[in-house]
């Protein structure tokens, strides 16, 4: 047991529900929030929703915790408004909020969306340029960088986890490159609070798979090694979807139907 006491936001989410359980045994009291509804506390739990948009009310959610796993936020492509409230002022709050209450370290869920205007014969390594491929891209982009401020001038640790695709299984062409299992997104989760020093660091929550298009080579101080490959997924998801349509810029770039909003949508 590592923390006394952490904190996840976005505890009512896709990704909340995974880790929620998982992260129970790494700390004495885990702290779950969400706007959505959080169900009932389990022993060792509190339950504290807080709206991301409510500067004061974050700064009450991160009072005594020494570690913050921030998935809260909006997780797809979605109007602006609705993304500059959740992502982007959110994230501000959040960061106020650590520094008020000092709370060391923060796990941020970035997204792979950040560099999703990469095409997919490209390798991206953890210091190229961002390429967000929309608005919840550019939120997670916004959210790295405010978080390496934070870093900077306050001396608070934020892992960047850029996660690809975390889902039970891949389930088409583009997440055979993409996916990690839920067992690997804990062990990345894990090894990014429990890492001795991490800085300002960024890397990809993404598996053990044969073809993919990141480098996580300059995060290796994390720790982090995923055990689960998409290989054993691949002849059958090749043989049951028709072949890639090469002119297609879901096909072509890394980020799939996420480039499609805007100027290249079909
Ligand atoms: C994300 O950032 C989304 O939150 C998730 O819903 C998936 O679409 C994932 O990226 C992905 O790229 O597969």
Redesign the pocket.
């Known amino acids: 047991i590592h923390f006394k006491r952490l904190l996840l936001t976005g505890a009512a989410g896709v990704l909340g529900r995974q880790l929620r359980p998982r992260l129970k045994a790494h700390c004495c009291l885990l702290r779950v929030s969400d706007i959505a509804d959080l169900g009932s506390a389990a022993p060792g739990e509190e339950l504290h929703p807080a709206r991301l948009e409510d500067a004061d009310a974050m700064s009450r959610l991160l009072e005594g915790v020494q570690a913050v796993v921030h998935l809260g936020g909006v ?2 492509e979605q109007p602006w408004e609705a993304i500059l409230q959740a992502n982007i002022i959110g994230a501000y709050n959040l960061y106020e909020a650590a520094r008020k209450q000092a709370v060391p370290r923060v796990v941020f869920a970035s ?3 950040v560099t999703g205007f990469y095409r997919r014969d490209q390798v991206v390594g953890l210091d190229d340029p961002a390429r967000p491929d929309g608005l919840y891209g550019l939120s997670k982009t916004f959210g790295e960088d405010l978080a390496r401020l934070y870093f900077d001038r306050y001396g608070i640790e934020t892992v960047c986890l850029r ?3 975390a889902l039970p299984e891949p389930h088409d062409r583009r ?1 055979l490159a ?1 996916w990690i299992s839920y067992d690997d997104l804990e062990r990345l989760v894990v090894a990014s609070l429990t890492a001795p020093m991490v800085g300002h660091s960024i890397i990809y929550g993404v598996g053990d798979n044969a073809v993919g298009w990141w480098d996580n080579h300059l995060a290796r101080h994390i720790g982090y090694q995923p055990q689960d490959s998409s290989e054993r997924f691949r002849s059958r998801i090749e043989s049951s979807e028709p072949p890639p349509d090469m002119t297609d810029p879901a096909t072509i770039y890394q980020g ?1 139907i ?1 480039v499609r909003s805007g100027p290249l949508a079909k």
């Open positions: 997780s797809t997204s792979n969306h996660i690809g695709s997440t993409t799939g996420f």
